[in-house]
């Protein structure tokens, strides 16, 4: 494989955390930088390797990062997800798109060899298709992170036909994950239900319980990430963003998957504004263009992931690993 060196900006979220071990079982420790607005944790700066304080809203520094380590490749993942992106709009907005941009530019600038931009069904809104939601439909979101989403996958798609970036896209589902806590999105009941169930045997819900959202085990999400950076461009044949399915399913559904590992495990439902959100969402998701156009297939089905997380969560909170 052609020697590349990685940035990871957002490296410390609930998805970077993960990619960077895998780029790393990829490319190698030294050739994998990781990047964040903060310092993170000092297990989890240890965990991330070579980490370099970054505030992606600065070029300046950004391209300070790219010079000092002959950088080819970028993962963007920094974002202010959608329920705390609903409390800081504007900033959300700035964060998201600017962000995004300032990548693009010095992708130009520096001749990268390729981008990753995280897309999201957050994209979709109440004028979509609920089900199994096609690859190109009408959109319309209704939450700023949706909107910077859908014009983040315009700006890609622009930069690539323009100049030629060779930026590629997935739109993920809620990702559930146990290296790290819940960040701030909608569907992250579904990271924190496992948490309670080990600690306290109950958890209360702020969506309802037949509230169906489409999903993904984070180990499916990293592999459909390589896969579509590791695919040769002429089978990329979405510049916007890619659909990506994993399952569906609704809080009552992993409440019952958890209770055939956790007997004594009890949910409760007190729905909040997260729950318009959801509502504006798709239920399931129709991935059928990225299965042609490079292969896609999920491992993990629900009761795989329940007991996959139950029995991770345990081991990393005592030994320290998940903070």
Known sequence: ???????????????????????????????????????????????????????????????????????????????????????????????????????????????????????????????????????????????????????????????????????????????????????GGTTDYAVDIYHKALYSKTYECFLSENTYLPMMYMDDAIKATLDLMHADASKIAVRTSYNLNGMSFSPKEIAQSIQKIIPEFTISYNPDFRQAIADSWPNSIDDSQAQKDWGWKPDYDLDKMTQTMLENIKIGIEKGIIV
């Open 1 to 183: 494989m052609q020697k590349e060196s990685i940035l990871v900006i957002g490296s410390a979220g609930q998805l970077g955390v993960e990619l960077v071990a895998a780029l790393k079982n990829v490319y190698g420790e030294t050739q994998v930088v990781s990047s964040d607005v903060r310092e993170p944790a000092k297990i989890r700066k240890e965990e991330l390797g070579i980490f370099e304080k970054l505030d992606v809203l600065n070029p300046v520094r950004l391209n300070e990062i790219v010079e000092k380590y002959q950088i080819t490749q970028i993962y963007h993942l920094a974002a202010m997800l959608s329920a705390t992106g609903e409390k800081h709009p504007k900033h959300a907005w700035q964060l998201n798109m600017q962000g995004l941009i300032n990548v693009l530019d010095i992708a130009i600038e520096k001749k990268l060899h390729k981008i990753y931009f995280p897309s999201s069904i957050a994209v979709f809104g109440p004028t979509t298709p609920k089900d199994n939601t096609p690859q190109f439909c009408s959109m319309e979101p209704t939450t700023v992170y949706g909107i910077s989403k859908q014009a983040g996958e315009g700006w890609c798609n622009y930069y690539f036909k323009r100049y030629g970036v060779d930026v590629r896209s997935l739109r993920y589902p809620g990702l559930i994950g146990y290296k790290s806590m819940p960040g």
